[in-house]
């Protein structure tokens, strides 16, 4: 019922169901499975797409739960065209939905072929201005973003630097919470690996001390992702 009322329902019912769907998705990776099969990812992308600023704040959040670490959701979201709408809200939506969108798209950038349509659909830009001018929040969700899209994807190394990535990065990773520090210095031991142009555009950006700082003093988890950029850095 709650996925015939996102799709049928009144403008009010849309929003709440949209809500409940959002929060049965969040960690519960049966639920994922059972929204998806009851098809309710396409009514929630129509709802990213069109519907009123509430019915996109949820639907948005919905995804990026039903996406997060779910292969086939991140296969089936792209496959029903709700990449674009959550770029155009990462780009222009509420403070909300930017975030709620960066971590959607993070999530989905799991998926080699969603990394390309991201892409494409123009996602990049939108997520290094939130990494450089978002909300607390919003810049760590952009840095995961920009993180798993970096991933063994070189043509996204290269668009992520010439989108003026790197430089908001290197500030994370040497200012930023522990969230963003996390995945600002994942991000920038991708953009590194086996791109030479990154590594010296990292090292002239400031990068080095920042990850020699937390491989020496961050959490386990910064050690670590700062090691493999510095080794990276190092080739």
Known sequence: PLVALARDGSDGQKQEAAGAL??????????????????????????AHGGTDGQKDWAVGALGNLAHLNAENQVAIAEAGGIAPLVALARGG?????????????????????????????????LVALARDGSDGQKQEAAGALLNLAANADINKVAIAKAGGIAPLVALAHGGTDGQKDWAVG????????????????????????LVALARGGSDGQKGHAAVALANLAI
Do not use: C, M, T, W
């Open 22 to 47: 959002l929060n049965l998705a969040a960690n519960a990776d049966i639920n994922k499975v059972a929204i998806a099969k009851a098809g309710g990812i396409a009514p929630l992308v129509a709802l």
């Open 94 to 126: 509420s403070d909300g939905q930017k975030y709620y969108a960066a971590g959607a798209l993070r999530n989905l950038a799991f998926n080699a072929d969603n990394k390309v349509a991201i892409a494409k659909a123009g996602g990049i830009a939108p």
């Open 187 to 210: 991000a920038l031991g991708n953009l590194a690996h086996l791109n030479a142009e990154n590594q010296v555009a990292i090292a002239e950006a400031g990068g080095i001390a920042p």
